[in-house]
Each structure stands twice: as structure tokens, then as C-alpha cells.
């Protein structure tokens, strides 16, 4: 069984307590890989568009692959949405934020206002402003966020579009997740 803390109140934690918490900390950050492969494999099933989710990860990081994007940026491209799975209606941010610790701040920024900058293409549909994204025209990551949605993540919704298989990105997941992870706290 696992070695418990004397306390049951934080105020009354020892040093000794908390050795045993970030032991078991820094054992669930290792195995982080394996739970966001698992959130992808949940994405997997049936929706509105033509493809699954999944699907549409997969084409997104097929085609920054195709592009020459770099394994940071193609694994970002994969769990752009990833957040989905956690917290439907701020997807964007739950997707930069377990990204965050591992990626640059470039590619943080991109996935955290990719679903503000999709808008772009669906949201004059309901009278609303699709150029929201313009209130970050000055940022010096704007038009990379504009060339993501563009190039990968708007088109990925296509039937006939062959993508790479979800075993073929596993190695990059790992790879990234392996990274010493920045904290936050
Ligand atoms: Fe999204
Ligand atoms: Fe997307």
C-alpha cells in the first residue's frame, strides 16, 4: 500500500509529509505521456463533422509534419484540443495549459488562442465578429496563429485525408513529455 501523510490538515504537515507528496508528484507528471494518450483515444468516437476528433488531431499534426514543423510544434498540433476531453467549453486554454510546462512560450501562446482565432471561420455565421483575432494583430506571435489555423487546423475535418496513425505520433508525445517540466506554481 502506498506510504501515507500523518496529517490531516495541511497546517500540520512535516517536511517528511511533504517529501512523500512530491515523491508522488513527480511520479504522476512521469506517467503524463500515457494519460494524454489515453484522453486522445477518447476522442475516438462519433461527432458532428465527417471525421472524429481524434481524426481531426491526427490530420492537424499530419500536416505540420508535412509542413517541416518541428516534433514540439507537430506535438502541439496533435493535442491542440485535447482539452475537449477535460473542459469542453474553454478547450483552448485546458490544451495550452497542459502543454505549457513542456513547450516554448510561442507555441503556448498558439494553442491557447487557436479556438479565439478559428472563430475567423465560423462565427459570422451567427452574427458575431469573426475578427476577433484582430485584437492581437500587433502580437509577434499573431500571424503564426493565424498560419496554424489556416494551414492545419481549419482543414483537418476531410474524410479523404490520409493521416498518420496515432501509434506513429506516440514517440513524439513521449518525447516532449519527458522534457523537465517548467513549473507554474
Ligand atoms: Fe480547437
Ligand atoms: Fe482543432
Not at 487546423?153 to 517540466?181: A, C, G
Request: glycine share 4%; proline share 4%; aromatic share 12%.
Amino acid at each position: 500500500m502506498t506510504n501515507k501523510v500523518k496529517f490531516t490538515s495541511m497546517d500540520h504537515g512535516t517536511k517528511e509529509d511533504y517529501d512523500l507528496i512530491a515523491i508522488h508528484d513527480s511520479e504522476n507528471e512521469r506517467s503524463l505521456a500515457k494519460r494524454v494518450i489515453e484522453w486522445l483515444k477518447l476522442m475516438d468516437g462519433d461527432s458532428p463533422y465527417q471525421i472524429s476528433r481524434l481524426q481531426h488531431c491526427l490530420q492537424t499534426a499530419t500536416r505540420a509534419e508535412q509542413d517541416g514543423a518541428d516534433t514540439e510544434t507537430i506535438v502541439c498540433a496533435l493535442l491542440h484540443d485535447i482539452g475537449d476531453v477535460i473542459s469542453p467549453v474553454n478547450h483552448s486554454q485546458a490544451s495550452a495549459a497542459i502543454l505549457r510546462p513542456y513547450i516554448s512560450e510561442k507555441n503556448y501562446w498558439i494553442v491557447l488562442n487557436h479556438g479565439l482565432f478559428q472563430g475567423y471561420y465560423w462565427m459570422h455565421h451567427y452574427d458575431e465578429n469573426r475578427n476577433l483575432r484582430d485584437q492581437y494583430r500587433d502580437h509577434p506571435y499573431y500571424q503564426d496563429c493565424v498560419d496554424f489555423c489556416s494551414e492545419w487546423d481549419q482543414k483537418s475535418f476531410d474524410p479523404d485525408y490520409k493521416e498518420k496513425p496515432l501509434d506513429y505520433f506516440i514517440p513524439m508525445i513521449e518525447e516532449i513529455f519527458s522534457r523537465k517540466p517548467r513549473s507554474f506554481v
